[in-house]
C-alpha cells in the first residue's frame, strides 16, 4: 500500500479520537505459534467454529491468558521462594547441560538464571486455568467494542508513517497488522511484565509440559545471548507470550525483524515498530495475499444448500454467485480466489464468505473467533460498517462438559466417528449437520444447546 493511501484513510477517519492509553485490555492474548490445540481432530491446523472457551470466546489453548497487572505482578513477585529449591536446582543443572549442548554459552545462563527461583503463581495459573463459555457475539462486543475501534484509528494515525513503510517491505495491509496488535495487548497497554525466563524454567521444571517450555526457554536464551535483550527486560506473560503482539520465544526466533535498523529486534520497547514489523513477516511467511479480505459478510438466499458451508468447501466467487449469494447491499462476491461460506453462529447469525487470508491468520491463532474478531477489526479501523445481520443473542455457549456429551451422543447416533475431545472443530460440525439434516432441521452444522437438547 502507499503512504497515500494509509494518509487518505486516516483524513477520512478523523483525528478526535479517544487516547491510546484508554484502549481495554484483551480479554485474552494468543501468541503466534501454530501448533495443534489439545485433541485437535485434524493436524496440523485446527479450524474451530466453536462460540465457547475463553472470555474472548476463544478455544482453550497451551498459551493460557494474558492478565498481567500491576497487582498481579506484586503478587507474583511476593510468591517467588527465597530458599533454595533443591529439586528446582538439580532440574536446573541437568537443563544447562542441555542447553550448553545447544549452543548456550555459560556465561549466557548465568546472567540468565542469576536469582532466578520457582515462580509459586506461575505454577498456580498453569494449574487452575478456568473454563469460560461466552458466545462469540458476547467475544466480538468486546473485541471490536467502540472503544477498540476508536484506539485502534488513534493507533493507526500516529504510526502511519511506519506503518505504510511496513505495509510495503511485507506486503500486509496496515490495518490487519493492527487489530493483531490490538487484541493481542491492547495497542501496547497490556504487554505483560512477568519475566519470562523464571516463568519459562518454572513451567518446565513443573513437567506438565517440559518439552515444550523447554524448547521456548531455549528459545529465550538464544534471544538473550543474540543481544535483542536483557534478560531482566525480557518480559510478558506468564505464560511466555512476549511484546506488543505477543510472541513466544520460537515465534520470535522465526520471524521478528529489526525494523528500525538500531541492531535489536525489540518488540518489547514503548515504541511498537519492531513488533508491528515483525507481525506482517509473520504472516507474509504463511502466505498472506496482498488485496485480498480475510472475507466479507453475506446474505444467503432462500433455499441455499447448507451442505455447501464449512471450510472445508471452496469454490470461485462465480460460483456463489451463481448460488445467489450476494454482499449485504445486493452486490455480488468480487473474485478474490476460491472461498468458502462460514457460519459461525449457524443460519441465524451472520453469513461471511471467507478467503485464504482468513487461514493465514489463523496461523497466529487457529480459533475462528480470533480470526472473525481481527479482520472485523482491521475493517472498522480504516472505516468500514458493523455487520449488518443480528446474532441469536438468545443462545448461550455450551460449556466444555456439554460439548463432550454433544459429541458423545452424536457417537451414540451413529454420526459421529471422531472421538470427544470437547473441541467443536469441522468434523463435529459436519456431524451436527447430518444429525440436523435426520430430523429436518436447517443443516448448518451450529453445535447449539438446542440441538443437545433435542440429542438427550
Request: no cysteine; hydrophobic share 40%; proline share 6%.
Amino acid at each position: 500500500m502507499r503512504r497515500s493511501r494509509l494518509a487518505l484513510l486516516a483524513a477520512a477517519l478523523g483525528l478526535a479520537l479517544p487516547t491510546l492509553g484508554a484502549a481495554l485490555p484483551p480479554a485474552t492474548s494468543l501468541r503466534p505459534e501454530m501448533r495443534p490445540l489439545p485433541g485437535a481432530q485434524t493436524p496440523p491446523r485446527v479450524v474451530t467454529l466453536s462460540t465457547q472457551a475463553t472470555p474472548l470466546a476463544v478455544p482453550r489453548s497451551i498459551r493460557p491468558q494474558l492478565r498481567a497487572t500491576p497487582t498481579l505482578a506484586r503478587s507474583m513477585a511476593a510468591a517467588v521462594t527465597p530458599a533454595a529449591d533443591t529439586e528446582f536446582s538439580a532440574w536446573l543443572q541437568g537443563f544447562q547441560t542441555r542447553a550448553r549442548t545447544a549452543g548456550i554459552a555459560q556465561a549466557t545462563l548465568d546472567r540468565a538464571f542469576a536469582g532466578v527461583t520457582v515462580q509459586s503463581r506461575v505454577l498456580e495459573r498453569d494449574r487452575n486455568q478456568a473454563e469460560f463459555s461466552r458466545a462469540l457475539w458476547e467475544y466480538l462486543d468486546s473485541a471490536v467494542s467502540d472503544t477498540r475501534v476508536a484506539n485502534g484509528r488513534t493507533a493507526f494515525d500516529r504510526h502511519r508513517d511506519a506503518l505504510a513503510r511496513i505495509e510495503r517491505r511485507y506486503g500486509v495491509e496496515a490495518e490487519v497488522v493492527v487489530a493483531i496488535w490490538g487484541l493481542e495487548s491492547a495497542y501496547g497497554a497490556m504487554r505483560g511484565d512477568t519475566d519470562i525466563i523464571a516463568a519459562m524454567a518454572t513451567l518446565a521444571h513443573d513437567g506438565r509440559r517440559r518439552d515444550f517450555f523447554e524448547d521456548q526457554l531455549i528459545a529465550a536464551l538464544r534471544i538473550l545471548q543474540a543481544g535483542d535483550v536483557a534478560p531482566r527486560q525480557m518480559t510478558g506473560s506468564w505464560a511466555g507470550a512476549m511484546g506488543h503482539t505477543q510472541f513466544m520465544p520460537t515465534s520470535y526466533l522465526d520471524h521478528a525483524v529489526d525494523f528500525d535498523g538500531d541492531g535489536r529486534r525489540d518488540i518489547w520497547s514503548d515504541d511498537p515498530i519492531d513488533a508491528l514489523a515483525s507481525t506482517a513477516n509473520y504472516l507474509r511467511h504463511f502466505g498472506w495475499t496482498t488485496g485480498q479480505p480475510w472475507g466479507m459478510e453475506v446474505r444467503l438466499p432462500e433455499g441455499f444448500d447448507y451442505s455447501l458451508t464449512g471450510e472445508g468447501v471452496k469454490h470461485p466467487a462465480a460460483f456463489w454467485n451463481a448460488r445467489g449469494v450476494r454482499l449485504p447491499d445486493g452486490g455480488r462476491i468480487p473474485d478474490h480466489g476460491r472461498a468458502s461460506i462460514l457460519l459461525p453462529a449457524g443460519h441465524r447469525g451472520v453469513a461471511l464468505v471467507i478467503f485464504d487470508n482468513f487461514h493465514v491468520i489463523e496461523r497466529y491463532n487457529p480459533a475462528d473467533a480470533y480470526v472473525i474478531a481481527v479482520g472485523h477489526l482491521s475493517d472498522r479501523i480504516t472505516g468500514g460498517a458493523p455487520f449488518r445481520a443480528s446474532w441469536p443473542r438468545e443462545d448461550r455457549a455450551l460449556t466444555r462438559a456439554e460439548r463432550e456429551e454433544l459429541q458423545t451422543r452424536l457417537v451414540s447416533a451413529g454420526f459421529h466417528r471422531f472421538g470427544v475431545d470437547g473441541i467443536i472443530g469441522p468434523q463435529t460440525i459436519d456431524s451436527v449437520r447430518r444429525f440436523q439434516a435426520s430430523i429436518g432441521w436447517v443443516p448448518d452444522g451450529y453445535a447449539s444447546l438446542r440441538v443437545l437438547e433435542r440429542l438427550r
